[in-house]
């Protein structure tokens, strides 16, 4: 076991000989022969959900060892962004390079889980490539963010069969990542990182100063202190990480590492 003062290196351990030999090199449309690429990927412990430049989704069940693959209707453009969740039911949304997001509400051979595939579409609000997801814990909600800046709240009616959507914010830059936990949607984009209090709907900037280079990553850590104090973690583009307490009234830095 390494010790504690030892760095830390992320190795490939086992290559994904049977995941990759499952997803075609090439297609064939009409007289054409398109190059399949690889272009999203998200991965739960129930399964790996793999976006491609021809806008098929392929989703690998890693309990039973096989491949599905879903696509997006009409026109072929590549998946840029996907993002898994389970909960009661396994749900996974992919979002597009034209601003298209569906979501898929995959079958499970459970008692009492759903029996068959639904697919809820977030459709006119969104003109741009899809660059960030977020769900919420119990997949009622779903938040996409594009790179001009736009982020939509989905709510989702699983049992009815019902997705409404609608624009919460709008940045001037791109979304670079989203994260949700009780009810504070965390935002980078190319500028800034921000929290945005969904039931208030007001916004607080992590941080006094916009940024000249990517903000990247805000994330909540899974060990809530509270409903009104989170910690969290922030990257910067120096690559030193900060540790800070999101409340709702400030953002408290905490210390920073190399």
Excluded at 179 to 190: C, E, G, N, P, R
Aim: some cysteine; proline content about 5%.
């Amino acid at each position: 076991m390494a010790s504690a003062s030892e760095p830390v290196t992320f190795r490939e351990f086992c290559p994904l000989y049977y995941l990759l030999s499952a997803i075609p090199t090439k297609v064939q449309k009409g007289f054409r022969s398109l190059v399949v690429y690889l272009t999203a990927l998200d991965t739960n412990g129930d399964y790996i959900a793999v976006g491609s430049s021809i806008g098929m989704l392929y989703l690998y069940c890693r309990h039973f060892n096989q491949m599905r693959k879903y696509n997006f209707e009409g026109k072929t453009e590549p998946i840029t962004v996907v993002k898994l969740l389970a909960c009661f039911d396994d749900l996974v949304a992919a979002g597009t390079a034209s601003g298209r997001v569906a979501v898929f509400q995959l079958v499970s051979s459970l008692p009492g889980r759903n029996k068959q595939l639904r697919r809820f579409d977030v459709t006119g609000i969104h003109k741009n490539s899809i660059t960030a997801l977020a769900w919420s814990p119990n997949g009622m909600k779903l938040f996409s963010g594009d790179d001009k800046g736009k982020i939509v709240y989905s709510s989702l009616d699983l049992d009815q069969g019902v997705c409404n959507s609608h624009l919460v914010l709008e940045e001037p830059s791109s979304i670079v990542q989203l994260d949700y936990s009780q009810k504070v949607l965390l935002v980078s984009t190319l500028q800034r990182s921000l929290l945005f209090y969904t039931e208030e709907k007001s916004v607080k900037q992590i941080g006094t100063q916009p940024r000249k280079r990517v903000y990247l990553q805000v994330c909540v850590s899974p060990a809530h202190t509270g409903p009104l104090l989170l910690p969290g973690w922030c990257l910067l583009p120096s690559g030193r990480r900060g540790r800070c307490t999101l409340s709702r009234g400030e953002s408290v830095p905490q210390q920073s590492q190399h």
